[in-house]
């Protein structure tokens, strides 16, 4: 089974089942946002923090790296995957009218629309997954890969 979403902020590649293992994941009750999940007993993933964008958009606030134990002191720039864009599914694409992404975009990183499709500009796109429950098509997604 995949994971059900991306880690948490600044966490990809540091959360795994090594370190997490013991953890109590203070990263989960620190999310002002309730987004911040644990994968089910009965997945590969067990006990892993995922982020669930069906609740809420992460807002970038840093209250669950801060609250992480193992979190690395000095954070890259990029904290979140950018979102990605399955044209073939996209119903803007397809020349229906639907921009209801684009309205949904905290950051204006997603433009385009009727007839042309929707483009995803990958320097503005935060990977917050404010978009992700608007698309009726589920065309767009975070990478869950960390």
Known sequence: LPRLGPPPPWLAGVV???VCSDCARPCVPACPEKIVRTHPADHPEAGLAWLDFETAPCTL???CVEACP???AERPARALP???LD???CLAARGVVCVICVARCPERAI???VGGGIRVDPSACT???ACLPACPVDALAVPTDG
Do not use: D, F, R, W
């Open 111 to 113: 433009a385009g629309g």
């Open 70 to 72: 193992v979190a690395p």
């Open 61 to 63: 606030c840093e209250a």
């Open 16 to 18: 795994s089942a090594a």
């Open 82 to 84: 950018v979102v990605e």
């Open 127 to 129: 990977g917050c997954g």
């Open 87 to 89: 044209a073939t599914a």
